[in-house]
Structure formats: structure tokens, C-alpha cells
């Protein structure tokens, strides 16, 4: 059986993209292993789905650069040290290196050296992500080193995934070579959605008829702007009688869209959900009306396709959604509502004019199917299993395996 690692500075079990992949290679009839983070309450060593995952105990504390070096270099000598280790034994045909950062792709050199080949999957963009997080300049010295070390990575790479064209496009200005690379974007596995909506979830308060729910599900950071979707509801809760805005999940912004909720008179019809289980997000969208995802723009952010927005289109729900380059190509006006980024008052406008027009929503809604079909994860899954089979001279691959339910084994 061909064996095949993942290389991925997270942890495995809350990374979508990288699960999808695992676990496509594995049902696919590779085996595969993953060098991941370890979570808090986790095993250094266990298998998910068929997926064999290893893992180092460092923690994820980033905040200052200094923090976010150390964790990089300590991830980057386990991971280089571990490679040579497994690949004496394993002997990997291909090894899927995912960023941040893009250094990481050198970890697996003496993996390369004994005959693997070497895939960068840029889940970011490193210097735009740095200028975003820490408001550097990107004449300075700083991003033209991390523009260079990007050059560098990608060359060293035998192919380079990216996320979206916008930045393919953005990396071949920089140098790739658009012929070893391929887009793989971030679609949402519809086989897995459905095995969870047929999970009986109740959702605690579920919306009535005559509610109308607007609903918002990932990380509470500025970056996704949820105090703006705050600020604009308290500028339309008057013209939207009986609307309610969900949003869910956990993170440091959490004290003060409370806050601004309760300044803009709307904390009664904000409702602060938490973090709900990936197995019961099926269930929430069920119950929402709209999606909103209100992400400021930057020049990190306008190249972002969040993983929430096929999730949305796949149940059927009209989005509001930030007016952001990645989105507006791969998506028209007749398919998601837009807004003009970091615009309070454009916010609020679509609030209610999407608000008032059901035959809008389900206009949108159907439109949003169609021009996301070209995208979705079927035709991502095959690109991907076909661009590791090219890799390693397969002209054919072992039939796939329907996935089983999630099954976890720890090692002994």
C-alpha cells in the first residue's frame, strides 16, 4: 500500500481541509499518517477515520512574533526529526506539507532526498497574513523576507496548492510557476454534512415563524467582523420587527460584541450560542434564514474564502457577505447579497433589504447552488487524489471506500 504523510501545524481533528484530504487519501486506499499539534485532552498517538495521527505538545499561544517564531522553529525541528525517522520505515511516495508557515516545506528534505515528492499546500498568504495581524507595511524589511522565504518555499516544492485563483494569480506575480500548481479550494465535504444532519440535535430555542434568524458560526475575532454585524443590526433592528442575529462559537471578541450589543440596544435579540460541536451545525443552519459573514477587508482579507460559506449554500441559505475579491470571483451579485466591506451603514442596509424579500432570499439561495457547483468538494476531492496519483506515476487508483462513522482508536 502506498503510504502517504500530511505535515500540518495544527491540530488535526478541528482542521477541515486537511481532514478532507486524509481522509480522501485514505478511502482512496493510500495509507496515511499526519504530524500534527496535539490538542489539550488528546493522545500523542491515535487513529481517526483511518487516518494514523501523531502529535507534539506544544501548545498554540501565539500573540506576540517572538511566540509565533518559537512555535514555528520547535514544530519545525520535531516534524524534521520525525520525518527522517518514519520515512526510513514508511518510505512515503508524497508528503503534503500545509502552512503556515512556509518554511515547513524543508522539514521533509532528507524525506526528499531518499525519494518522496513534496506538495505546499499555502492555506495562507504569509506575507499579507503578517501585514494584516500586525499592521506592518508591505514596503518593510520584515514582509520582504517573508516575501523571499515564500519564493524560496515554493520552488523547493515539487507543487504548490493554493486555495483559491486570486491567489495563484498573487503567487504566480511572485514567481510560481503556474504549471506546478494547482487550486484546491476550500469546499465543504457534502457526504459528511449529510451524515450530520441526520443526527437528531435539538437546537435550544429554535426559531418560530415568525422569527427571522440571522446566523453567524465560527471564530469571534475582529478579523471576521462581528462587532460591524453588531454595530449594524442596533442601525436596522427597528426596520426588521421580530429578528434575532445567532452567532456561534468562541474567541477573544466575545466581551465586547456583548458590550456593543447592550450600547446599540440590541442585546436581547443578539444571541450568544458558543461553541457548538461541528457534528450540530447542521441542525443551526436548519434553522437560520440568512448567513452573514461580515469579514472587514484587508490585504489579507480580500483574498479569503471562508469554509462557512459553502456550508450555508449547501442547506440552502441566502448570505450576506463582505464584498471581498477571492468571493466576488467565484460568485455574482444575482448569488450572495454583498455589502461594501467595514461599512456599517451598507450593513445594515442589505440586513433589511434581504430581510424583507423572502422570494430575494430563495432567489439567491438557488443561484448560490448553481455558480458553486463548479467548486464543490467532489470535483476538489478528484483534482486533489488525481494531482497525488500524477506524483507518484499511478494511472490508477484503488476505488474508493465509502467513509465510515467517525471512529477514533488511541494508540497503545
Known amino acids: 500500500m502506498t503510504s502517504i504523510c500530511i505535515l500540518v501545524q495544527s491540530v488535526y481533528d478541528f482542521d477541515p481541509r486537511v481532514r478532507r484530504k486524509a481522509e480522501a487519501l485514505v478511502a482512496a486506499g493510500y495509507s496515511v499518517d499526519v504530524l500534527a499539534l496535539r490538542r489539550s485532552d488528546g493522545a500523542a498517538s491515535y487513529t481517526l477515520n483511518g487516518v494514523h495521527v501523531e502529535t507534539i505538545g506544544l501548545g498554540k499561544k501565539r500573540g506576540s512574533l517572538a511566540r509565533y517564531m518559537f512555535e514555528y522553529a520547535a514544530f519545525f525541528a520535531w516534524a524534521f526529526v520525525r520525518l527522517a525517522l518514519l520515512m526510513r520505515r514508511r518510505r512515503y511516495a508524497v508528503i503534503d506539507v500545509n502552512t503556515l508557515p512556509d518554511f515547513l516545506v524543508f522539514a521533509p528534505l532528507l524525506a526528499r532526498w531518499m525519494g518522496a515528492k513534496i506538495i505546499l499546500d499555502m492555506h495562507e498568504i504569509t506575507p499579507e497574513f503578517y501585514m494584516s495581524k500586525y499592521g506592518i507595511a508591505g514596503t518593510s524589511p520584515l514582509v520582504r523576507f517573508l516575501t523571499y522565504l515564500e519564493r524560496a518555499s515554493v520552488d523547493f516544492a515539487d507543487h504548490v496548492i493554493a486555495i483559491n485563483e486570486p491567489i495563484l494569480d498573487l503567487l504566480v506575480s511572485r514567481g510560481l510557476r503556474r504549471s506546478k500548481s494547482t487550486v484546491v479550494m476550500n469546499a465543504v465535504d457534502e457526504a459528511r454534512f449529510d451524515r450530520a444532519s441526520s443526527r437528531a440535535v435539538a437546537v435550544p430555542g429554535s426559531a418560530s415563524p415568525s422569527r427571522f434568524v440571522m446566523m453567524y458560526h465560527g471564530t469571534l475575532t475582529r478579523f471576521y467582523g462581528l462587532d460591524l454585524a453588531v454595530e449594524a443590526f442596533g442601525l436596522a433592528h427597528e426596520d426588521m420587527p421580530g429578528a434575532e442575529l445567532w452567532i456561534l462559537g468562541s474567541g ?45 477587508r484587508d490585504a489579507f482579507l480580500d483574498f479569503a474564502f471562508p469554509n462557512k460559506l459553502p456550508e450555508f449554500i449547501i442547506f440552502g441559505k441566502a448570505v450576506l457577505i463582505s464584498r471581498l475579491k477571492a468571493i466576488q470571483h467565484y460568485f455574482s451579485d444575482q448569488a450572495l447579497a454583498f455589502f461594501e466591506p467595514n461599512d456599517t451603514v451598507d450593513l445594515a442596509r442589505q440586513m433589511v433589504r434581504v ?37 507518484i506515476g499511478s494511472k490508477t487508483r484503488a476505488p474508493e471506500r465509502s467513509q465510515p462513522a467517525e471512529t477514533t482508536v488511541l494508540a497503545g
Open 252 to 296: 477573544p471578541d466575545l466581551p465586547l460584541l456583548k458590550a456593543l450589543a447592550k450600547k446599540h440596544g440590541v442585546a436581547a435579540a443578539v444571541r450568544f450560542v458558543g461553541q457548538v460541536p461541528a457534528a450540530d451545525i447542521p441542525a443551526w443552519l436548519h434553522e437560520c434564514d440568512l448567513g452573514l459573514l461580515p469579514i472587514r
Open 355 to 391: 430581510y424583507r424579500d423572502g422570494a430575494l432570499r430563495d432567489r439567491l439561495a438557488a443561484r448560490a447552488r448553481t455558480e458553486y457547483a463548479p467548486i464543490r468538494w467532489e470535483l476538489m476531492k478528484r483534482r486533489y487524489l488525481d494531482l497525488v496519483a500524477g506524483m
